[in-house]
Structures are given as structure tokens and as C-alpha cells.
């Protein structure tokens, strides 16, 4: 059974980089070709996809925010990475790590806790 | 602004039936791509309610029902129950951003 964990700083000073980790139980990131997905939910409102990793070796991003998000895997954690640079009020948010599993079309069966994320000075 | 249309909010009584709608278009649900339904509760993560258009996951009471049709899908809940007020997202594949869509959510309420 797959399961997620989302982990990082609280709190981010405006203009600085947010950077997030999703730990990886129950499968290995480097012998499952799974998709990795990056979700943030602003308080009180929707659900935005912020990127996609697949191990294979391709990454997507959503188009709004492609300039700044960097997302990659640390295979010797079992982890991936999220970077957001230039952070401003705007990504305050819940952030998920989710996965689909093999198929990028597939619903998001996993998802993790989620991590509020306060860019403030 | 979401890639998916939904309703910012559905009420119902008890006992009645409420219907969601999620509205696409040609890149995403009008493309053949499946619709996936999902609840969140207040401070948790969403959970998948309806997969592939019209599925449920196993302990999903078959008062949940979806449908797809064209660039649309909805989400059919009867024998509404105080325990089903929630937000409620709609999400697809969009081919043209290479990447998962959600509709903005709808907060049911049971009055």
C-alpha cells in the first residue's frame, strides 16, 4: 500500500524558495514507473495542479507556473522534491504530493497528509 | 480560474438528491478523457469517490453515481445525509497542458 508524506518549512520569507519533500512508503521511486504529482489547495479554495514527475524520465508542469517550479526524485531517500522559487502571499497554500500510480490519465488514488505552506515576512 | 466548470455550491434536505455538474472542454472531457470525482472533508486530503466517469471504490455507498457525456460529466448523490456535507472536486486530463484538471469544487450542504 502506497503512502505519502509530505514534509518542509512551515514558513517562507516573500521572495525566497519554498522547498517541500514527499517521503515515499511502499514502493520503491526507482523500480515503480509511477507518476509523482504536486497539488496546492490556497486556504478556502481549490485544488491547482502544480506538476508531475515520471520516473521514466519526463516532468510536466502547469504552464502558471513552469518559471519557478522545479520538481525532481532523491532516489537513495525514496523522496520527491518540490521547489517553487520567488514565492510571494499567493503560494500560501496546502500542499499535496499524490500519485496515480502508472498512468497519468488515472485518478489520484494516494495522496498524502498535505503541508500548509505560509509565505510571510 | 479552474479548466473545469462546477457549481460553487448544491444544497439539498435530507433524503433528497443533489446533482453536480463539471463542464470541460475539447482538451480535456470533450477529448475522450475520463472524469474522476472526488470528496473532501474539512482538514483532510480529497479522497476518489467516482473513478473512470462512473466507478466507485470499494465502501463508496451507491448513492454516489456519476456520469459522462460529451464535455460534461455529473456527480448524482441521493439519499442525501448530514454526513455528506463536504466539497466535492471534478478532474480530468488535459492534453494541451499535459496534465491532471480539477473543477473549482462544490460545497454541498444538507440543510
Known amino acids: 500500500q502506497l503512502q505519502l508524506q509530505e514534509s518542509g518549512p512551515g514558513l517562507v520569507t516573500p521572495s525566497e524558495t519554498l522547498s517541500l519533500t514527499c517521503s515515499v512508503y511502499?514502493?520503491?521511486?526507482?523500480?515503480?514507473?509511477?507518476?509523482w504529482v504536486w497539488i496546492r489547495q490556497p486556504p478556502g479554495q481549490g485544488l491547482e495542479w502544480i506538476g508531475s514527475?515520471?520516473?521514466?524520465?519526463?516532468?510536466f508542469y502547469n504552464p502558471s507556473l513552469k518559471s519557478r517550479v522545479t520538481i525532481s526524485v532523491d532516489t537513495s531517500k525514496n523522496q520527491v522534491s518540490l521547489k517553487v522559487r520567488s514565492v510571494t502571499a499567493a503560494d500560501t497554500a496546502v500542499y499535496y504530493c499524490?500519485?496515480?500510480?502508472?498512468?497519468?490519465?488515472?485518478?489520484?488514488?494516494?495522496w498524502g497528509l498535505g503541508t500548509l505552506v505560509t509565505v510571510s515576512s | 480560474q479552474s479548466v473545469l466548470t462546477q457549481p460553487p455550491s448544491v444544497s439539498g434536505a435530507p433524503g433528497q438528491r443533489v446533482t453536480i455538474s463539471c463542464t470541460g472542454s475539447s482538451s480535456n472531457i470533450g477529448a475522450g478523457y475520463d472524469v474522476h470525482w472526488y470528496q473532501q472533508l474539512p482538514g483532510t486530503a480529497p479522497k476518489v469517490l467516482i473513478y473512470v466517469n462512473s466507478h466507485r471504490p470499494s465502501g463508496v455507498p451507491d448513492r454516489f453515481s456519476g456520469s459522462k457525456s460529451g464535455t460534461s460529466a455529473s456527480l448524482a448523490i441521493t439519499g442525501l445525509q448530514a454526513e455528506d456535507e463536504a466539497d466535492y472536486y471534478c478532474q480530468s486530463y488535459d492534453s494541451s497542458l499535459s496534465g491532471p484538471i480539477f473543477g473549482g469544487g462544490t460545497k454541498l450542504t444538507v440543510l
Open positions: 499524490a500519485s496515480p500510480t502508472t498512468v497519468q490519465t488515472h485518478p489520484l488514488d494516494y
Open positions: 514527475l515520471y520516473y521514466g524520465g519526463s516532468t
Open positions: 511502499g514502493a520503491s521511486i526507482s523500480t515503480y514507473d509511477y507518476y
